[in-house]
């Protein structure tokens, strides 16, 4: 089952974040170490709006995968939004979670007056994410070299857009 996460879910989306963050710390430009303070997690949740807003995927009542959606506020950014900390836990992948996760997110966005186009990325190290959301019809616009640097590592940020 997919739902908007609220307040409610708070502490199920720090543990699965944080596992995400873990898991996989070259897929993304947060940390574990940056912390996530449970207050602002809470509040930030509170002020979901269909234009800034998580997904979450349950199975048996447990959140199993996750993808945030944000929208550019500013007057000359607001055609464009973000999709940012897609992550489904290991033991559920290849299962099309994560398809359905995007597919609804993309769904819930299409008729928000005046978006038209929706942005992510990737690292240079996720191929397999990037055929994934090329598959969705997302395409590369740019790369920006040396984006992160994990353990010394130097990783490149792939951007990509999708049209809407």
């Not at 912390?35 to 997690?41: A, F, K, N, Q």
């Not at 464009?80 to 994560?98: E, N």
């Not at 640097?149 to 490149?156: A, L, N, P, T």
């Amino acid at each position: 089952m997919i739902a908007v996460l609220n307040e409610n879910h708070a502490d199920e989306f720090i543990r699965l974040r944080l596992s995400g963050l873990r898991e996989s710390p070259l897929a993304f430009g947060a940390s574990p170490e940056d912390g996530l303070d449970r207050g602002e997690v809470i509040e930030n949740l509170k002020k979901r709006s269909e234009e800034n807003f998580i997904l979450g995927y349950f199975r048996d009542d447990r959140l199993i995968g996750i993808v945030g959606f944000v929208r550019q506020k500013r007057i000359k950014q607001k055609h464009k939004a973000f999709i940012w900390g897609m992550y489904v836990d290991p033991v559920f992948r290849g299962l099309g979670i994560g398809e359905k996760l995007m597919l609804d997110i993309i769904q819930r966005t299409k008729n928000l007056d005046g978006l038209s186009k929706i942005v992510l990325s990737v690292t240079h190290l996720q191929q397999d994410s990037k055929r994934f959301y090329q598959k969705l019809g997302f395409i590369q616009y740019a790369v920006e070299k040396d984006a992160l640097r994990v353990s010394g590592q130097k990783i490149d940020e792939i951007f990509m857009c999708m049209k809407i």
